[in-house]
């Protein structure tokens, strides 16, 4: 049968191409933005600034252009974005580590960094809307090592004026008139580069991931029977031993708990370890 | 049957119906949840929720129409999923949850120096005693506006009447309020008065350009077609004061924009003359509004009146056209929203937001949904001193819901329309759905021909020459 061509915008978001699944759509998708299905979102973010990359989860500079002045190239020896134009991209996160237990900061494991990454739509809000084009102030520090070695000097900052790549597509309006459009920018990101870094589910995700985070896709307690007192039985779906005897015992996710499936099981033989679930019950 | 522009307006050639007629008839409501229309560029269809528009091929639009004219719902349904473009629904039965407010229309003075033959104000007063809002009611209403906002939240606050003008120096001191307001609380505030503009001066003007208004001027026709239906209380005719005291203001537009707003009754319909006499002498924008209930009858459209207007209304939306295609600004305000509004795939449960973020306070200090609701039981909504009332507000809500209305439900328009006019619909009931529809039906068309020819009036690139 013919195709339909959507017009509007309306129509244009909710086109879902002939002979694709529902879970293209961004709005039914399993992406969840991060680390994704379909695309990662980050992704979009790593070249906002003209002449370096940033990582897509941290504010590390991954790397430069070859053709950036050396104010810029020395960015590349391990250095951190901190601000933008007057705007932090970080923040300090402090509170409990174990609950009702004294507030403090609360540093990353791999580098015993406290200070985190604010998500970018936010943090960047302002200088995708108003700077688009124009070079702003961003300033940089030196990040620490892995293992949370500091930097000999913390406050060697570097601060140098970055050119921000304008986020949205531009059209043109009735007189001529740049008009920003509803589209991410082709020059925002490389061909590939925001389908990079995308999930592997069967392999690594659903091992990695709790049941919240996969909700529509993955199970997490299955071959469920209910008990007169009005409490449930049934198996982790991550549990290797799950026949029809197996006693139902849900065991409390460990990855070191030789009960449940490894990664190594999972790269192996995931089809044949986790199975289709119907009805809540494990396929035959 | 897609009926070429040109036919438009002429009679029907012998024993087939009259383009209009036609196009009438194309628009007709046939399944609630899709609408079939033709244009030069070939068959386009509306999905209704959502408001999104597909253009199709010939197969696709000969099934649909066989479907639509069979009212069959389940082979109309199975298509839209073959096609892919079943969705969750966009609008569900679910009421608003009651909003702030965030949009308040003072009835600044409830007194007219017009008699305006329809008013829905009776002269102004509301059929009460005329009077004037207190500084402290202004002032007070102000404060309910910016209660709670926060910073870059849009505020609006309008000035209505009676006139209001003859109230001046409250107009005055609420903006001064609410620009202090605004001010304090980082929200983003819009100005807007409606006048009659007989008591316009040049400091007015200087006023509203400081503050950036939007002022909207009532005219209704140019010279005695004005004259005949808003005349002073006298009975002299009051289109030569106004454009004597209007003029000067339009020069003065920058930050503050001025428009015209026409009333159509069945004696002024001659709307294209009247469209290009205001747009040249430089009003912002001019737009159309059929009168579809007045406290007397008088001057309320008939269907055969709405027909004429639906005629004049293309006649004036092909200006429009012939203008956007050749890159000329041509501020018809019904089709500016028009094109915005179905570019965007607007749709909405509701035809305003009177009685949700927004409401009218009457001169004693009284909420009601809107500001036809002045004075009006139907539309009560508490009042400054004791607040929203929060109980009424939700079941406005519920009851107003174009899910609850009829015909709306089974209208393939009623996303785009909203259910019409609380006002109008609660005075009279919906005498003008042919209307909407026609009206609806040729924008959708000159939307897909504007489209093509001159995308970037809707900020696409530019069509490759």
Request: glycine residues 8%; aromatic residues 8%.
């Given at each position: 049968m013919?195709g339909?061509?959507?017009?509007?915008?309306?129509?244009q978001?909710a086109?879902?191409?002939?002979?694709?699944?529902?879970?293209?759509?961004?709005?039914t998708?399993?992406s969840?933005a991060?680390?994704?299905?379909?695309?990662?979102f980050?992704?979009a973010?790593?070249r906002?600034?003209?002449?370096?990359?940033?990582?897509?989860a941290s504010n590390?500079?991954?790397k430069?252009?070859?053709d950036?002045?050396?104010?810029?190239?020395?960015?590349a020896?391990?250095?951190l974005l901190v601000?933008?134009?007057?705007?932090?991209?970080?923040?300090?996160?402090?509170?409990p580590?174990?609950?009702?237990?004294?507030?403090?900061?609360l540093?990353d494991?791999?580098?015993?960094d406290?200070?985190?990454p604010?998500e970018?739509?936010n943090?960047l809000a302002?200088?995708?809307?108003?700077k688009?084009?124009?070079?702003?102030?961003?300033?940089f520090r030196?990040?620490?090592q892995p293992?949370?070695?500091?930097p000999a000097?913390e406050?060697?900052?570097i601060e140098v004026?970055?050119r921000?790549r304008?986020f949205?597509?531009t059209?043109?309006?009735?007189?001529g008139?740049?008009?920003?459009?509803?589209v991410?920018?082709?020059?925002i990101a490389e061909?590939?580069?925001?389908?990079e870094s995308?999930?592997?589910p069967?392999?690594?995700?659903?091992?990695?991931?709790?049941c919240?985070?996969w909700?529509?896709s993955?199970?997490?307690f299955?071959?469920?029977?209910?008990?007169?007192?009005g409490t449930s039985?049934?198996?982790n779906w991550m549990q290797?031993d799950?026949?029809?005897?197996?006693?139902?015992?849900y065991?409390v996710d460990?990855?070191k708990?030789?009960?449940l499936?490894?990664?190594d099981?999972?790269f192996?033989d995931w089809e044949g370890?986790?199975r289709?679930?119907?009805?809540g019950r494990?396929a035959? | 049957?897609?009926?070429?522009l040109?036919?438009i307006?002429?009679?029907?050639r012998?024993?087939?119906?009259s383009?209009?007629t036609?196009?009438?008839l194309?628009?007709?409501p046939?399944?609630p949840?899709?609408h079939l229309?033709?244009?030069?560029?070939?068959p386009?269809?509306l999905?209704?929720?959502g408001?999104?528009?597909?253009?199709v091929g010939?197969?696709?639009a000969?099934?649909?129409a066989?479907?639509?004219?069979a009212?069959?719902?389940?082979q109309?349904?199975a298509?839209?999923?073959r096609?892919?473009?079943?969705?969750?629904?966009?609008?569900t039965?679910?009421?608003?949850?009651?909003?702030?407010v965030?949009?308040?229309s003072l009835?600044i003075?409830?007194?007219?120096?017009?008699?305006?033959?329809?008013?829905?104000?009776d002269?102004?007063?509301?059929?009460t005693?005329?009077?004037q809002?207190?500084?402290e009611t202004?002032?007070?209403a102000?404060?309910l506006?910016f209660?709670?906002a926060?910073?870059d939240?849009?505020v609006n606050?309008?000035?209505?009447?009676?006139?209001p003008m003859?109230?001046?120096?409250?107009?005055?001191a609420a903006?001064l309020h609410a620009?202090?307001?605004?001010?304090?609380?980082?929200?983003n505030?819009?100005?807007s008065?409606t006048?009659?503009g007989t008591?316009?001066t040049?400091?007015?003007?200087?006023?509203f350009e400081?503050h950036?208004f939007?002022v909207?001027i009532?005219?209704?026709?140019?010279?005695k077609?004005?004259?005949a239906q808003?005349?002073?209380?006298n009975?002299r005719?009051?289109?030569?004061?106004?454009?004597?005291r209007?003029?000067?203001?339009?020069?003065?537009?920058r930050k503050m924009q001025?428009?015209?707003?026409?009333?159509v009754?069945?004696r002024n319909?001659?709307?294209p003359?009247?469209l290009?006499?205001?747009?040249?002498?430089?009003?912002?924008s001019v737009?159309?509004?059929?009168?579809l209930?007045?406290?007397?009858?008088?001057?309320?459209?008939?269907g055969g009146?709405l027909?004429?207007m639906?005629?004049?209304?293309?006649?004036?939306?092909q200006?429009?056209?012939?203008n956007?295609?050749?890159?000329?600004?041509?501020?018809f305000?019904?089709?500016?929203n028009?094109m915005?509004?179905i570019h965007?795939?607007?749709?909405?449960?509701?035809?305003?937001?009177a009685?949700a973020?927004?409401?009218?306070?009457?001169a004693?200090?009284d909420?009601?949904a809107c500001?036809r609701?002045?004075?009006?039981?139907?539309?009560?909504m508490?009042?400054l001193a004791t607040?929203v009332d929060?109980?009424?507000?939700?079941?406005?809500?519920?009851?107003?819901?174009v899910h609850?209305?009829?015909?709306c439900r089974s209208?393939?328009a009623?996303?785009?329309?909203?259910g019409g006019?609380?006002h109008?619909?609660?005075?009279?009931g919906?005498?003008?759905?042919?209307?909407?529809?026609?009206?609806?039906?040729?924008?959708l068309q000159?939307y897909?021909r504007?489209?093509e020819t001159?995308?970037?009036?809707?900020?696409?690139?530019?069509?490759?020459a």
């Amino acid at each position: 049968m013919e195709g339909v061509d959507p017009k509007n915008l309306s129509a244009q978001l909710a086109y879902r191409g002939v002979g694709n699944p529902p879970s293209s759509h961004p709005d039914t998708c399993i992406s969840n933005a991060f680390p994704g299905l379909e695309m990662d979102f980050r992704n979009a973010w790593k070249r906002i600034f003209v002449g370096i990359e940033i990582h897509e989860a941290s504010n590390y500079v991954v790397k430069v252009d070859d053709d950036v002045d050396d104010d810029v190239r020395v960015l590349a020896n391990g250095y951190l974005l901190v601000s933008v134009d007057g705007e932090p991209v970080e923040v300090s996160v402090t509170g409990p580590q174990v609950p009702g237990g004294p507030i403090m900061p609360l540093p990353d494991t791999a580098f015993n960094d406290p200070k985190m990454p604010i998500e970018r739509s936010n943090a960047l809000a302002n200088v995708i809307h108003q700077k688009a084009g124009k070079e702003v102030r961003c300033v940089f520090r030196l990040a620490p090592q892995p293992g949370g070695a500091l930097p000999a000097n913390e406050d060697d900052r570097i601060e140098v004026m970055l050119r921000v790549r304008p986020f949205f597509a531009t059209g043109l309006d009735a007189d001529g008139n740049p008009h920003k459009l509803a589209v991410i920018n082709r020059d925002i990101a490389e061909p590939g580069q925001l389908s990079e870094s995308l999930c592997s589910p069967w392999q690594n995700d659903y091992r990695e991931c709790g049941c919240y985070y996969w909700a529509a896709s993955r199970p997490d307690f299955v071959n469920v029977e209910s008990r007169p007192d009005g409490t449930s039985t049934g198996h982790n779906w991550m549990q290797r031993d799950r026949t029809p005897t197996t006693p139902k015992v849900y065991i409390v996710d460990d990855r070191k708990d030789p009960r449940l499936v490894t990664y190594d099981e999972l790269f192996e033989d995931w089809e044949g370890k986790l199975r289709f679930e119907i009805s809540g019950r494990d396929a035959e | 049957m897609f009926i070429p522009l040109s036919e438009i307006g002429r009679a029907g050639r012998q024993g087939n119906p009259s383009p209009l007629t036609a196009l009438t008839l194309s628009a007709q409501p046939r399944l609630p949840q899709v609408h079939l229309f033709d244009t030069e560029l070939g068959p386009h269809i509306l999905a209704v929720d959502g408001t999104r528009i597909y253009k199709v091929g010939s197969e696709v639009a000969a099934l649909l129409a066989r479907g639509l004219e069979a009212r069959d719902s389940e082979q109309v349904n199975a298509l839209l999923t073959r096609l892919g473009l079943d969705t969750a629904p966009y609008i569900t039965d679910e009421p608003l949850a009651p909003p702030p407010v965030r949009a308040l229309s003072l009835a600044i003075a409830q007194k007219c120096n017009l008699g305006c033959t329809y008013c829905y104000a009776d002269g102004g007063s509301f059929g009460t005693l005329p009077k004037q809002m207190s500084l402290e009611t202004a002032l007070a209403a102000v404060d309910l506006l910016f209660k709670d906002a926060i910073r870059d939240e849009r505020v609006n606050l309008t000035f209505l009447g009676g006139e209001p003008m003859s109230n001046r120096p409250v107009v005055r001191a609420a903006t001064l309020h609410a620009h202090r307001r605004a001010q304090e609380t980082g929200a983003n505030l819009s100005l807007s008065i409606t006048t009659n503009g007989t008591l316009l001066t040049p400091e007015d003007g200087d006023f509203f350009e400081e503050h950036g208004f939007a002022v909207t001027i009532s005219l209704d026709g140019v010279g005695k077609s004005h004259d005949a239906q808003r005349p002073f209380k006298n009975g002299r005719g009051s289109y030569d004061r106004i454009i004597e005291r209007v003029r000067p203001i339009l020069a003065q537009q920058r930050k503050m924009q001025v428009s015209a707003r026409v009333t159509v009754t069945p004696r002024n319909l001659d709307l294209p003359a009247v469209l290009e006499h205001f747009i040249e002498l430089g009003f912002h924008s001019v737009g159309f509004s059929p009168m579809l209930s007045s406290p007397t009858g008088q001057g309320e459209m008939q269907g055969g009146d709405l027909a004429v207007m639906l005629d004049q209304m293309i006649a004036a939306g092909q200006e429009f056209e012939r203008n956007v295609v050749a890159g000329r600004r041509y501020p018809f305000l019904n089709m500016v929203n028009a094109m915005r509004e179905i570019h965007r795939g607007t749709h909405r449960p509701y035809p305003c937001g009177a009685g949700a973020g927004y409401m009218g306070v009457s001169a004693e200090g009284d909420l009601s949904a809107c500001h036809r609701f002045v004075e009006n039981e139907a539309g009560a909504m508490g009042s400054l001193a004791t607040g929203v009332d929060l109980q009424r507000q939700g079941q406005w809500l519920a009851a107003r819901h174009v899910h609850r209305q009829e015909p709306c439900r089974s209208c393939w328009a009623r996303y785009m329309c909203g259910g019409g006019c609380h006002h109008e619909v609660i005075q009279r009931g919906r005498p003008a759905c042919d209307y909407i529809r026609g009206w609806l039906h040729y924008c959708l068309q000159a939307y897909i021909r504007l489209a093509e020819t001159r995308p970037e009036y809707f900020g696409y690139p530019a069509a490759r020459a």
